[in-house]
């Protein structure tokens, strides 16, 4: 009878037993933050959660998978993650790795992998798609879209910050200015032929539909004389000893003066405001021509549109040097001259904040900062 007893008690503990062990706990994963982007390298998350008792802690294990390359679009993730004692869930995080290369949004899949500390949920894997911020150039038009070499052109387009190189027909320019993500401006370089536009950034290289002509400098001009046809000395040399070409002038009757020596067509008459060298120039400034006013260029006068600044030997050429204040020192054809300082396009070699003017009170060349305001007298044709 005690053998009895004995043997019921041990099938009844027998029994109980997997009564007293607690069910491995479930684990499942999920994207609480599926999208990462390069730009500004805005992180995605995972976060891994359990259902048994957090007591103690618990380590889950994952591989990773997707299109994205570990390493190179994104930081290394370690494969696996420990639940905190206390805690009910754990996070992954997935950073981006900022790049230059243009590409398609791309995915990091993380999947539970099977363990004995655990038993995996239905939701066993989740996703986090990176997208770049890295995003192609592109020319939609510029102008002019003709000129010779020197010519400023404004190329319009998308996404051309940071441009590194801009090509006419193969020929790169050196002078890039004014870049925005919309805009810039660049010289047409020496050497330069008839063909398309191409911008570079870091990103890569955008190519004009259109053409951009180049077109050949006009032939060679006379240099004007002086004007000056009196004598100071009895010795042979001063300037009204020599007579090359005698200043020409011709009134087109529509507001605009040929120069007939230099082939110049200029403003008859300038419009009486002082402006800096920014605004005269067409050059953006943060604070002194924040808006790019452009002073020529916005002229119609004659009906033309290709007015500009003119250069300081241009500007030279209608010195008058044989009139002296108070009188302005230009022919009287040009109405409305004052004796005062004129713009020229020209920097000042020595100091990039300085830029040539010329003095039509005398017929001084001199520089000034380019935030001083003068008149502006515009010509076009030349260069």
Not at 300 to 318: F, H, M, N, Q
């Amino acid at each position: 009878m005690k053998q009895l007893i004995i043997g019921i008690l041990a099938i009844l503990s027998i029994g109980s037993y997997p009564a007293l062990v607690s069910a491995a706990p479930v684990v499942t994963i999920m994207a609480n933050d599926p999208t990462a982007t390069e730009a500004g390298a805005t992180t995605g998350q995972f976060t891994v959660s359990r259902t048994d008792s957090t007591a103690s802690s618990l380590t889950v294990k994952y591989d990773v998978t997707g299109t994205a390359t570990s390493g190179i679009d994104y930081r290394v993730l370690s494969g696996s993650v420990t639940i905190l004692a206390g805690s009910a869930m754990a996070t992954i995080t997935v950073t981006p790795i900022d790049d230059t290369v243009v590409e398609a949004p791309e995915t990091v899949i993380a999947k539970i992998s099977a363990n004995d500390a655990y038993t995996i949920g239905t939701q066993n894997s989740a996703k986090v798609t990176i997208t770049s911020d890295d995003v192609l150039p592109t020319i939609t038009s510029f102008t002019p879209t003709s000129g010779e070499e020197g010519t400023v052109v404004t190329i319009n387009g998308t996404n051309l910050t940071g441009t590194t190189a801009v090509k006419f027909n193969g020929t790169a320019t050196t002078i890039i200015t004014n870049v925005t993500a919309t805009s810039l401006k660049a010289n047409v370089p020496s050497g330069a032929t008839t063909g398309k536009i191409s911008v570079t950034t870091p990103v890569g290289t955008a190519t004009s539909t259109e053409t951009f002509t180049i077109v050949s400098p006009p032939p060679p001009r006379e240099l004007p004389d002086t004007g000056q046809t009196k004598s100071y000395t009895a010795t042979f040399g001063e300037d009204h000893d020599y007579l090359i070409n005698s200043p020409s002038y011709t009134d087109n009757g529509n507001g605009t003066v040929t120069d007939n020596v230099t082939g110049l067509i200029w403003q008859q008459q300038d419009d009486g405001q002082a402006y800096n060298w920014y605004q005269a120039a067409g050059v953006y400034d943060a604070t002194y021509n924040p808006t790019t006013q452009n002073v020529c260029q916005a002229q119609s006068t004659g009906g033309y549109s290709d007015w500009r600044l003119p250069t300081k030997k241009e500007l030279v050429s209608i010195v008058d040097y044989s009139r002296i204040y108070p009188s302005a020192s230009i022919n009287p054809i040009f109405t409305g001259a004052i004796a005062s300082y004129y713009w020229s396009s020209t920097t000042y070699a020595s100091n990039s904040g300085y830029a040539w003017l010329v003095y039509f009170g005398s017929g001084d060349v001199d520089v000034n900062e380019k935030w001083v305001s003068f008149y502006v007298r515009c010509v076009r044709g030349g260069q």
